[in-house]
């Protein structure tokens, strides 16, 4: 069975992720919260989870709690994606395609600047 | 919806909404008899007879009491579509199992669709919860558990980047070998 030896994969992994956080502190953690409800699900909320999940794999991004909720009665503006940057106030997308999801991570997650055309206003 | 595991997702949220700790995800592919099974189920909180009955009907459900919505009336009707159907058992304060059936050869099933992607999304989105997914075709399993991982990873994040590609990898490569091996057996 594959599975006892990728698990073994798995302690590495841990291990070496112990010893990378020993060596630099972590800056602001960062809260990505995906809604998924029926009306995210079906508006491809899953993809844009997929494509934020990638983007930290892809870009090595430490440090990010990704969450998910359930309809929080916006349905016409999802998928939407709220994110939280340390002590800052959370701020609300939405219509988040996997592309806007990356931009997101790009431009506000990495330097700061909210994605200002996809703010959906609470 | 346009993917079965869209709705295996649909379904799994509805068990994180009645608090769920672990919830169990079955696929079972059958060629020789031509059938499809989807199966949840938790140990949530539970429904009694009275809200099973309510939510397969979109109709009697009102908004401001709903607990599932339109989730389980769609796939109700896409399965009852493909000489399939939806069965719902609950007990309150036990937990509830949703069963889906289609027919698997039929031209309006949907296609199963990317389940790596939605397992990722519903481990990753609630670590807090036990999760056991099984994918069956024709007798090949492949089984994931959540627990090991999280027991080995204990205070590593499942978002650490490089536990994102690990579990991406493990899921895809489990679902994608169960369906290779009943292709080659096809093939003999």
Redo the contacts between chains.
């Keep these: 069975m594959p599975t006892i030896k990728s698990l073994d994969d798995l302690k590495r992994i841990r291990e070496e992720a112990l010893a990378k956080r020993k060596a630099k502190t972590t800056s602001g953690q960062v809260q990505i919260t995906v809604a998924m409800g029926t009306c995210g699900i079906a508006a491809g909320a899953r993809d844009t989870m997929k494509a934020i999940l990638e983007t930290i794999a892809e870009k090595n991004l430490e440090g990010i709690i990704v969450t998910q909720t359930g309809c929080i009665g916006l349905c016409e503006r999802e998928p939407i994606v709220q994110i939280t940057v340390g002590d800052q106030p959370k701020v609300t997308y939405g219509k988040v395609t996997p592309e806007v999801a990356r931009r997101i991570l790009e431009e506000h997650v990495l330097k700061g600047q909210v994605v200002q055309d996809h703010v959906v206003p609470l | ?1 346009k993917e079965l595991a ?1 709705h295996l ?2 379904i799994a ?1 509805n068990s ?2 009645a608090g769920a700790h672990h919830v169990t995800i079955k696929v079972v592919e059958d060629t020789h008899n031509d059938r499809l099974i989807m199966e949840v189920c938790d140990d949530g909180k539970g429904m009694d007879p009275e809200m099973v009955a309510r939510v397969v009907d979109p109709f009697v459900t009102t908004r401001t009491t709903r607990k599932v ?3 389980i009336p ?1 796939l109700k009707a896409a399965a009852e579509a493909c000489n399939g159907c939806l069965e719902i058992e609950s007990e309150v304060g036990k937990g509830t199992c949703v069963r889906v059936s289609f027919q698997r050869s039929h031209i309006d099933r949907m296609p199963l669709g ?1 389940l790596a ?2 397992l ?2 519903l481990l ?3 670590p807090h919860v036990n999760w056991t997914f099984i994918y069956q075709v024709d007798g090949e399993t492949y089984t994931f558990e959540s627990q ?2 999280l027991e ?3 205070d ?2 499942l ?8 579990l ?1 990898q ?1 899921l895809e ?1 489990g679902i994608s070998q169960v369906q290779k091996s009943t292709l080659l057996q096809k093939a003999t």
Excluded at chain 2, 159 to 166: D, G, K, N, S
């Design positions: 919806m869209l997702l649909d949220e994180l909404a919505g339109l989730g769609l990317d992607g939605t990722l999304t990753v989105g609630n090991p991982i080995i990873l204990q590593v994040p978002t650490e980047p490089r536990v994102l590609a690990y991406r493990e490569n």
